[in-house]
C-alpha cells in the first residue's frame, strides 16, 4: 500500500509539523494532533485532532474520529512530549511525575488507543519519538533520559508482543534537533534559585545546551527517517539519527568501561 493514513502526535510544531508536512507532501493521508484544536481543524493544510496525553479520554476521541473519517490507520508515530532540564537532587516528584505522564504514559496510551485497530485491519506501523538521551545519563537532565530510556525499553517489548499482529513498532532516536524544545523545556524550580548547590554548574551548563539545540539539524530529518520507516518491508527496531560524533558516542556507550564513557561525558559537561 502506498497511500497511507498516519497519525502523528504533537503535530503542531518542531518534529511533529515537519514530519506532517513532510508524509503530506508524500501523498499520505495526515493528521497532526495539538491540545489547542479542535477534531477536524486544519493548520497550515494538516488535518487536525485535539490530543492531550494527560487527558487519555481525548487520545481515544482522536483516534476515534480518524478511524470513523478513514476507515483505518497505517502508522502511528509518537513524537509528542516534553523536556525537562535540572539537578535530579533539585527535580520535585511533582515535576518528575508529570514528565513521565507525558513522555511515558501518555505514548502508551496512545498506542493502546490505535491497536486494537491495527490488528483488526491486519496490521501496521508503530513508530516512537525517543532521544540518544535514552541510552546513557546526562548531567542535569536525567529525568528526562529516564523517560527516554522507559520509552526504548517499552518499545522494544511492544516490537516482540504485537509482532504476531503483524504491528511493527520502531523507535527513533534524534540527537540534537532544531525545534522550540528550548521554549517549552521544564525547568526543574530548585535549579532555577541560587540556593541550589548545584545552581552555578547548572546555569552554565543549560546555557549550552540550548546553544546546541539552537544550531543543530533541521527537524525534516527525523522526518525523513520517519517515511523510512514508515515504507521498509522489513523496520529496524531503532534508528539513531544524530550527528556523527553524536552516534559515535552511542557506540562508545556500548563498548567502553561505563567508568569510561562517563569521564568523556563529565569533560563535555563538567559539573564542578
Known amino acids: 500500500m502506498t497511500h497511507k493514513v498516519v497519525l502523528?502526535?504533537?503535530?503542531?510544531?518542531?518534529?511533529?509539523?515537519?514530519?506532517c508536512r513532510f508524509l503530506h507532501d508524500k501523498?499520505?493521508?495526515?493528521?497532526?494532533?495539538?491540545?489547542?484544536?479542535?477534531?477536524?481543524?486544519?493548520?497550515?493544510?494538516?488535518?487536525?485532532?485535539?490530543?492531550?496525553?494527560?487527558?487519555?479520554?481525548?487520545?481515544?476521541?482522536?483516534?476515534?474520529?480518524?478511524?470513523?473519517?478513514e476507515g483505518r490507520l497505517d502508522v502511528l508515530v509518537?513524537?509528542?512530549?516534553?523536556?525537562?532540564?535540572?539537578?535530579?537532587?533539585?527535580?520535585?516528584?511533582?515535576?518528575?511525575?508529570?514528565?513521565f505522564r507525558t513522555?511515558?504514559?501518555?505514548?502508551?496510551?496512545?498506542?493502546?488507543?490505535?491497536?486494537?485497530?491495527?490488528?483488526?485491519?491486519g496490521g501496521g506501523r508503530i513508530i516512537n519519538i525517543s532521544s540518544i538521551a535514552g541510552e546513557f545519563g546526562l548531567p542535569f537532565r536525567g529525568v528526562y533520559c529516564a523517560t527516554k530510556s522507559a520509552l526504548d525499553l517499552l518499545s522494544e517489548t511492544m516490537r516482540m508482543e504485537l509482532s504476531p499482529a503483524n504491528?511493527?513498532?520502531s523507535y527513533i532516536q534524534p540527537?540534537?534537533?532544531?525545534?522550540?524544545?528550548?521554549?517549552?523545556?521544564?525547568?526543574?524550580?530548585?535549579?532555577?534559585?541560587?540556593?541550589?548547590?548545584?545552581?552555578?554548574?547548572f546555569q552554565q551548563i543549560y546555557r549550552e545546551i540550548s546553544e546546541e539545540v539552537s544550531s543543530a539539524k533541521s527537524p525534516e530529518t527525523v522526518a525523513r527517517t520517519v517515511y523510512e520507516v514508515m515504507n521498509i518491508a522489513r523496520p529496524?527496531?531503532?534508528?539513531?539519527?544524530?550527528?556523527?560524533?553524536q552516534r559515535l558516542s552511542l557506540t562508545l556507550n556500548r563498548i567502553l568501561p561505563k567508568h569510561l564513557f562517563q569521564k568523556m561525558l563529565m569533560r563535555k559537561y563538567p559539573v564542578e
Open 27 to 69: 501523498g499520505c493521508t495526515v493528521y497532526g494532533t495539538s491540545r489547542k484544536t479542535a477534531n477536524g481543524d486544519t493548520l497550515n493544510g494538516i488535518k487536525m485532532l485535539r490530543l492531550d496525553l494527560n487527558d487519555h479520554s481525548t487520545i481515544q476521541k482522536a483516534v476515534a474520529y480518524l478511524i470513523e473519517k
Open 236 to 245: 529496524k527496531m531503532r534508528y539513531p539519527t544524530a550527528s556523527f560524533i
Open 167 to 169: 504491528i511493527h513498532v
Open 103 to 121: 513522555n511515558v504514559f501518555g505514548v502508551l496510551e496512545c498506542c493502546r488507543a490505535v491497536i486494537p485497530q491495527m490488528r483488526k485491519q
Open 78 to 99: 509518537n513524537n509528542a512530549g516534553v523536556g525537562i532540564a535540572g539537578a535530579v537532587e533539585d527535580t520535585s516528584s511533582e515535576e518528575t511525575e508529570s514528565v
Open 175 to 201: 540527537g540534537d534537533i532544531r525545534t522550540e524544545i528550548n521554549t517549552n523545556r521544564i525547568i526543574a524550580r530548585r535549579s532555577k534559585s541560587p540556593e541550589s548547590p548545584h545552581y552555578k554548574r
Open 8 to 19: 502523528v502526535t504533537g503535530g503542531s510544531s518542531g518534529i511533529g509539523s515537519a514530519t
